[in-house]
């Protein structure tokens, strides 16, 4: 069954440092990878997409298919980036389901 | 644009009880997708609302089912609901398959 890890339920850096929070999944096909984030009272949005090779707000992420892994990074945390994220697999053959990780929080520090 | 709309945004039953949850899509939007949150954990894919019908489902049993109109707008709605329901019901609504999701704020549901 395709499967999204985040093993670190929280995260926690001080402003200025580095950050990398971790995703690894589990799927036999050609998966479409994302990261959504939730900041505190606010809904779900979506922050970045493999497919786009986009930097968001300072966020990267690569897809490493040998690995399996997409890794979400920041080279400088800053305060506002704390919040919920998720990382979440979209099976190819299918449209709108999305397989979630459990979420890591990352919390910077001041 | 008010983006994705859900209705209650908290709601109390009782088990055995019925439920139904409402959603407004994003305008432009004319695919409606519902997930569950159980706390602690990620949303779950329940199911998919496309031209008014059921596209994909989740591994969620019979006692989901959903609806969705002729606006886009959708419903979700639990019967003989469990202690194990109570959860945050999130509805994602795109422009077709593939397109970015875009989430509402959920609708907090708690059984007693």
């Known amino acids: 069954a395709q499967r999204v890890t985040q093993p670190e339920k929280l995260l926690s850096v001080f402003k200025g440092a580095p950050v990398e929070l971790k995703c690894n999944y589990s799927y036999s096909g050609s998966p479409e990878l994302f990261w959504y984030v939730q900041y505190s009272r606010q809904r779900l949005q979506l922050l970045l997409r493999?497919?786009s090779r986009e930097s968001i707000k300072g966020f990267t992420a690569d897809l490493n298919k040998g690995e399996t892994s997409f890794h979400l990074k920041k080279p400088f945390a800053q305060e506002e980036d704390s919040a919920m994220y998720y990382c979440?697999?979209?099976?190819?053959?299918?449209?709108?389901?999305?397989?979630f990780g459990a979420g890591t929080i990352l919390r910077v520090k001041s | 644009d008010a983006g994705v709309t859900q209705s209650p945004t908290h709601l109390i039953k009782t088990r055995g009880q019925q439920v139904t949850l409402r959603c407004s899509p994003k305008?432009?939007?004319?695919?409606v997708s519902w997930y569950q949150q159980a706390l602690g954990q990620g949303p779950q894919f329940i199911f998919q609302?496309?031209?008014?019908?059921?596209?994909q489902r989740g591994n969620f049993p019979d006692r989901f089912s959903g609806h969705q109109f002729p606006n886009y707008s959708s419903e979700l709605n639990v019967n003989a609901l469990l202690l194990g329901d109570s959860a945050l019901y999130l509805c994602a609504s795109s422009s077709g398959n593939y397109s970015p999701l875009h989430f509402g704020n959920g609708t907090r549901l708690t059984v007693t």
């Open positions: 305008s432009g939007h004319d695919t």
């Open positions: 979440a697999l979209r099976e190819s053959e299918y449209g709108n389901k999305l397989v």
């Open positions: 493999h497919i």
């Open positions: 609302y496309y031209e008014e019908e059921e596209r």
